[in-house]
């Protein structure tokens, strides 16, 4: 096993063999798991800009809220998507 996980879903303990890894499975696949993480991170981005417009500049922060809220919708609808099938 690899020192990196090439999912947050993988352990990174080295120490584990593939058997013992065998009962830590993940409830949902990478790729549900990826869309989960993304739109996690694109409602994260949204937060921030929103703390960081009352800094000053606020149309700079809301415009990348903006764009930040348009790729949010996407993931989110993509999830809905593969959580329905």
Known sequence: MSTTP???SE??????????ANWIQS???DETYNLLMA??????????YR???TDGNPNLWRE???QEARG???LY????RRIAA
């Open 64 to 66: 990348l809220a903006d």
């Open 11 to 20: 352990p990174m303990d080295p120490a584990f063999s593939d058997d013992d």
């Open 51 to 53: 703390v960081y417009a």
């Open 39 to 48: 739109l996690a991170s694109k409602l994260e981005a949204i937060d921030t």
């Open 6 to 8: 090439e999912t947050m």
């Open 77 to 80: 609808t993509e999830l809905r």
């Open 72 to 74: 949010a919708e996407r």
């Open 27 to 29: 409830p949902v696949d």
